[in-house]
């Protein structure tokens, strides 16, 4: 079983910057993703990172997020600069065992002047 619970969400005006965290219970956490979802919109992909530190972006991110993690603490980051109207949306963190894939609760971030 795992559990995942994100952190660092909040209102921030166009420009600025915000970090939020994904911790996870368990042992032997491999792949994250961060994912986000806007209001009348599907859930897309923003980032993920492997074990090893590896990670891809989406194109509407890259060059503004970086995703990172800390394997001691079972924590992955995604701190994100630059922000537009447009990332305005619910972040998820998601990883997978082969039994299921685990999703945290969310957490809201508001770009808004």
């Known amino acids: 079983q795992v559990q995942l619970v994100e952190s660092g969400g909040g209102l921030v005006q166009p420009g600025g910057s915000l970090r939020l965290s994904c911790t996870a219970s368990?042992?032997?956490?491999?792949?994250i993703n961060w994912y986000r979802q806007a209001p009348g919109k599907q859930r897309e992909f923003v980032a993920r990172?492997?074990?090893?530190?590896?990670?891809d972006y989406a194109d509407s991110v890259k060059g503004r997020f970086t995703i990172s993690r800390d394997n001691a603490k079972n924590t992955v980051y995604l701190q994100m600069n630059s922000l537009k109207s447009e990332d305005t949306a619910v972040y998820y963190c998601n990883t997978a065992t082969l039994a299921r894939p685990y999703w945290g609760q969310g957490t809201q971030v508001t770009v808004s002047s």
């Open positions: 368990g042992s032997n956490i491999g792949m």
């Open positions: 990172i492997s074990r090893g530190g590896g990670a």
